[in-house]
Structures are given as C-alpha cells and as structure tokens.
C-alpha cells in the first residue's frame, strides 16, 4: 500500500514563506513524477510544480517564487513571496510504480491547506 503524507501547511501573511514536505512510502519500485498541486474553493485542480529525473516545471502564476525538490521519497515546495491567491489545499502527486504493479499510476496524499492572508 503506498502512502503519501503532506505536511508544512498554515496561515501565514501575504510575502511570506511556506515549505510543504510529502513523504512516499510503501513498497514503490520506481517513482517517474512527483509534483504538487493545488484546489482553491469553487475552483478546478491545477499543477503547481512537477519534477522528474529530466527536470522541473511550474505553473506561471508560481514560477520564481515557488522551488520543487525532491530527495529520495520526499518531495518539497518552498513557496517564497505568497499571495492571497495561493490560498489553496495543496495536495502531494506520486506517479509511481509499485513493486505489485505492471504499470504507473498517480498517488494523492490526503492534502495540506495553505492560507494566505492579505
């Protein structure tokens, strides 16, 4: 059974800084993309950041602000300079295969809410 678990999320005032952490576990053979990604109220599931063995990738409204890392079975979004429009539940993405697996398939942990205020 895989497991994803966020953790790093709060109130915090508008220009300031979140880490959010997610940890993978589980008996994982391989792990191609892992990313965050985020739902504010009323509104649809978007990319905020990926990262593969290639490289990484940000939605525009984040780019120089927010840094994707990963080490090993943890991945990191440092979320520098937030705004009142980051305010979101922010959820971990694993795109992985399982050793009792034949193919990939995309794992959610259970979400973290970040709250901005202005």
């Known amino acids: 059974q895989v497991q994803l678990v966020e953790s790093g999320g709060g109130l915090v005032q508008a220009g300031g800084s979140l880490r959010l952490s997610c940890v993978v576990s589980?008996?994982?053979?391989?792990?191609?993309?892992m990313g965050w990604y985020r739902q504010a109220p009323g509104k649809k599931r978007e990319l905020v950041a990926a990262?593969?063995?290639?490289g990484t990738t940000y939605a525009d409204s984040v780019k120089d602000r927010f840094t994707i890392s990963r080490d090993s079975a943890k991945v990191y979004l440092q979320m520098n300079s937030l705004k009142p429009e980051d305010t979101a539940v922010y959820y971990c993405?694993?795109?992985?295969?399982?050793?009792?697996?034949?193919?990939?398939?995309?794992?959610w942990g259970q979400g973290t809410q970040v709250t901005v205020s202005s």
């Open positions: 990262i593969t063995p290639s």
């Open positions: 993405n694993a795109h992985l295969l399982t050793s009792a697996s034949s193919h990939y398939a995309d794992y």
């Open positions: 589980g008996s994982i053979f391989s792990t191609n993309v």
